[in-house]
């Protein structure tokens, strides 16, 4: 159950990090320490998700296990890109609190 979660979690911040990697590329080439800026961020895009993502992918189907529920495959698709969702906003919120 775990699993499914962790897989739609990890698929869904990956196809944000990757546009958004890439166009810190594109738009930073020329800057001396902006390019690497992409690297980071698509680092993240996979090193977020495999540490917090399986933490609280396991918390959800524990819930769900102590509750006797099976999920879905449509279940898990909602939390994992409910995951992402949270954390792109929380991440977005913490840049604007800075400026």
């Known amino acids: 159950m775990?699993?499914?979660v962790f897989f739609w979690v990890l698929v869904s911040s990956i196809s944000f990090h990757i546009p958004a990697g890439l166009l810190a590329l594109f738009t930073l080439w020329h800057h001396k320490y902006g390019k690497y800026m992409s690297i980071a961020i698509l680092l993240m895009g996979i090193a977020g998700?495999?540490?917090?993502?399986?933490?609280?992918?396991?918390a959800i189907a524990?819930?769900?296990?102590?509750?006797?529920?099976?999920?879905?495959?449509?279940e898990a698709l909602t939390l994992g890109i409910g995951q992402t969702f949270?954390?792109?906003?929380?991440?977005?919120?913490?840049?604007?609190?800075?400026?």
């Open 86 to 99: 949270c954390v792109v906003v929380i991440s977005y919120m913490r840049i604007l609190a800075t400026l």
């Open 2 to 4: 775990w699993s499914s």
């Open 49 to 58: 998700p495999i540490s917090a993502g399986i933490l609280t992918s396991a």
């Open 62 to 74: 524990g819930v769900y296990r102590a509750a006797g529920k099976e999920m879905s495959s449509l």
